[in-house]
């Protein structure tokens, strides 16, 4: 089974969302080497800039957010390895005022591999609400 990780977060005074990707490095590397044709070293990079916008192209791709029925755009501001062999990517969603309702597509590495599942965790002013998704269901909807 591979599990990768959604996690979005808001508060209403901050007026902005902080949107969280969690992967395994190897899972990750997979599929950046099938998307852009060259392998990638995450923990050890050779062009740390074009490996973040790699990153960000990948998962923009796989990953889809609305926010009270709108698309929005958001951009990475960093990533970091750790000892798990995992990869935190994270990404900034800017002017929201307000959440009244999230709707995700998440496809991530769904491409790779058929038992994908995919964690979704949104917390909206401190409420938490989670959904699992199973390849190839993609969508979660979460109402605050």
């Given at each position: 089974t591979y599990i990768a990780v959604v996690q979005i977060d808001y508060t209403s005074q901050d007026k902005f969302v902080t949107l969280l990707s969690k992967t395994f490095i190897d899972d990750l590397e997979l599929a950046l080497q099938k998307?852009?044709?060259?392998k990638e070293n995450i923990a050890n990079p050779g062009d740390a800039?074009?490996?973040s916008l790699e990153m960000e192209d990948y998962v923009k791709s796989h990953l889809m957010v609305k926010i009270?029925?709108?698309?929005?755009?958001?951009?990475?501001?960093?990533?970091?390895?750790?000892?798990?062999?995992?990869?935190?990517?994270?990404?900034?969603?800017?002017?929201?005022?307000?959440?009244?309702?999230?709707e995700i597509t998440d496809t991530v590495f769904y491409e790779l591999?058929?038992?994908?599942?995919?964690?979704?965790y949104v917390?909206?002013?401190?409420?938490?609400?989670?959904?699992?998704l199973r390849n190839p269901s993609s969508k979660a909807v979460f109402d605050f």
């Open positions: 998307k852009f044709a060259k800039k074009s490996l009270n029925g709108r698309p929005v755009d958001f951009s990475i501001t960093g990533y970091k390895t750790d000892e798990n062999n995992s990869v935190a990517i994270y990404f900034r969603i800017n002017k929201i005022d307000s959440i009244n309702k999230i591999y058929n038992s994908q599942i995919q964690i979704i917390t909206v002013d401190g409420n938490l609400k989670s959904n699992k």
